[in-house]
């Protein structure tokens, strides 16, 4: 599974560089994300641009991830394709978790 | 009319075939419009997973038996396999995994969404098990 990291004003903006966010690969996206929040990171963006397609075990793994940061943390998500928010709006958590068009957006907000 | 013919697949039943095998039938729905392909797709997704990690789940080199029909007014799709299934009282009655209160994280779902997409998604949904045998009929119109 390929991410990319950057460090951009105290956020870290993890990109998702595959097309799909689903049962194959959901395991493994949510202990690289696990690991990131371990090794203290609180401030995450997560960038899906290249996302098209989502499932609910990929959805799942997100919602773990918000869930391991807690309420002290902050997860948002940004370039969210049609795909994504497909399921989003499908499952009700388009109402749980913040989305920005942009990056620059999501680590302003 | 729409010139796609019946589309039948016999795959294993792996993450990765239920996947590929997703992407064959959404290549039959170029009537749906970009929002009801996606969650067409979605919803196909979500009971090939179920099928391949619970019916499958102590029966890895299993096969799944498809069959998706693009008429002119739907698309009906057959999926059967010979797993352990679940009751179809069970499919019919569980609970929406979808009632969570949005402002409590600790509480939201991480599982368990995929029916309740099923059903969502498709205009009507049928599964029995008969002589071992799991079959899910579920047809979507192209047009709501």
């Not at chain 2, 009319?1 to 589309?7: D, E, G, I, S, T």
């Not at chain 2, 995929?114 to 192209?142: E, P, Q, T």
């Amino acid at each position: 599974m390929l991410m990319e990291d950057l460090s951009e004003a105290g956020c870290l903006v993890v990109s998702l560089k595959e097309k799909r966010l689903d049962a194959v690969i959901a395991a493994s996206f949510r202990e690289a994300m696990v690991a990131r929040i371990d090794q203290g990171h609180r401030n995450i963006v997560l960038d899906m641009s290249q996302v098209s397609f989502m499932d609910s075990s990929g959805l799942g793994a997100v919602v773990y991830v918000l869930k391991h940061l807690g309420h002290t943390g902050r997860l948002h998500i940004c370039g969210v394709t049609p795909g994504v928010m497909a399921v989003l709006k499908l499952t009700r958590m388009d109402r749980v978790f913040k989305t920005f068009d942009t990056r620059q957006a999501a680590i302003a907000a | 009319m729409n010139p796609h013919a019946p589309l039948r697949l016999v795959v294993p039943a792996t993450l990765l075939d239920a996947r590929a095998a997703t992407e064959r039938i959404v290549g039959l729905c170029d009537r749906f419009n970009t929002q009801d392909r996606a969650d067409y797709a979605t919803a196909v997704m979500e009971w090939l997973v179920n099928v391949v990690k619970h019916s499958y789940a102590h029966a890895p080199a299993s096969e799944i038996r498809i069959c998706a029909i693009a008429g002119p007014e739907a698309i009906e799709l057959m999926v059967e396999d010979s797993g352990q299934g679940m009751a179809p009282w069970k499919f019919d009655a569980a609970p929406s995994a979808l009632d969570f209160d949005a402002t409590d994280i600790t509480k939201l779902p991480e599982s368990g969404m995929g029916l309740a997409i099923i059903k969502s998604v498709m205009d009507s949904v049928r599964y029995h098990s008969d002589c071992g045998v799991n079959r899910l009929i579920a047809v979507r119109r192209w047009q709501r």
